[in-house]
């Protein structure tokens, strides 16, 4: 991991490498980058990019309990064996319970709260009126445009104009002219009639010859069809600046802010780890920092070691953003292993989560006609 006087060494450099090339493109915007249809991502502020944590802050020592009695345990399987319509209750009402396994999964979540901001040159149609030109003053530097996120650890993304940037300029489609010569009729206004060949005359089949029917009311004369795309001008309108001629350029800014999470399960039982995410329990530890420490006092040594990865993964996937806030927590789930016997039968159920939930993937008195299928 590099030092935080690394890591801002790193970014200066790198602001610094980005400044030089965009500054021989554009003489007083170049801090954007003068390219005009690239998208051009400043690298933060050496300064907001990742702190250093200052140590973690006072911990107390995390307890897990809780555990479950063979009549809760029977309960919650006849719960779940009632919500499903072809499960006997004869097995959950029976059976003998041989042994109950007490354990603990731990999940544990890392959200690191991030922004990014990217500038790229943009245009609209320019009817008249004021233009907010270099001018009227110095245009500020990406990090420096004031914006906030209206929540933390909410994806939002906002688009602002940069204050200075703009300029009115000949629109680059048309030239100023604010129409493009059609391209049906290549400028012409009409285009050869096809019933008659062009020769403005049709003939029946004993040779008598009239005035072509399709063309004879053309503002072009005889065997030239009005073209009906430009309606006989030769010109239609031009799309990019809305037929005005001209086009108002600025630097658009689009800043993202966007919650990273990454998270780590541990599960000593056979219970699929994916079940854990959707119960609740006990949150054991819940920090939020500038930058979180990665945690070193959870009892489950899994736990501290998936901390400090995923905190360094975050630093090096991120390290392109600002950090705006980074939080973590385990939340301690209790997993009750229920092992059975039901006539020849024996099996094991699990009952996890505050909300008694049941896995039960080998329930004996089933009686599926493929009704469950339909659900
Ligand atoms: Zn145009
Ligand atoms: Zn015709
Ligand atoms: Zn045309």
Redesign the pocket.
Known sequence: MLSLAGRERHARLKLKKYRNTSLARNGRLEHFGYCSSSVCVPPPPPEATWSEPSGPPPRDPVHVGGELSEQQARAALLCHVTDHCCYGRGAARHMNIAKINYSSAHHYELQTFTEKRETSWTFVPYSGGEVDSPSCGEAPEPWSVPAEPAQLFHDEVKVMEVPHTASAKDCHRCKGQGSLS?A??HGK?WTRCLSCHGNGWSADSSGYRERCYYCQASAYGDGKQD?L??NAK?RVACPPCDSYGQVRCYIRLTISWKVTTSEHIVEHSSLPEELIREVSGQVAVEEEAAAVAPLTHYPDAAINLASAQLILEHQQKLCEQRVLAQRHQVRVVPVAEVNYTHKSHSGRFWVYGYENKVHAPDYPDRHCWGCCSLL
């Open positions: 059609c049906e009729c206004g073209c795309k430009c030769g």
